[in-house]
């Protein structure tokens, strides 16, 4: 399984920002996706992940209401909608699979919100 983020930048604290993971290989195995974050100094965190088999989803406390993931099943893609973004949330995010129980991971995109 090969994995590609995209969509991070640099936003206002208030703004929003999507997300994109391009997903590759034996899709067919991938039972979790999510996403993950690491700021610096700190431990990577999960943010959010959603299960194939049924859509159903979980969320960090700290970015319930905020952050919605959601899937593309036809485009092999998984996102992450991201609003009402605060400084905190700023940090390097990482797109997860698990599949064949395996973890794989993509190279992440940096989120920068200024203030």
């Known amino acids: 399984v090969q994995l590609q983020a995209s969509g991070g930048g640099l936003v206002q604290a208030g703004g929003s920002l999507t997300l994109s993971c391009a997903a590759s290989?034996?899709?067919?195995?991938?039972?979790?996706m999510a996403w993950y974050r690491q700021a610096p100094g700190k431990q990577r965190e999960l943010v959010a992940q959603i299960f194939i088999s049924g859509g159903s989803t979980g969320y960090a406390d700290s970015v319930k209401g905020r952050f919605t993931i959601s899937r593309d099943s036809a485009k092999n893609m998984m996102f992450l909608q991201m609003n009402s973004l605060e400084l905190g949330d700023s940090a390097v995010y990482y797109c997860?699979?698990?599949?064949?129980?395996?973890?794989?991971w993509g190279k992440g995109t940096q989120v920068t919100v200024s203030s």
């Open positions: 290989g034996r899709i067919f195995s991938i039972n979790t």
């Open positions: 997860y699979a698990f599949a064949e129980r395996m973890d794989y």
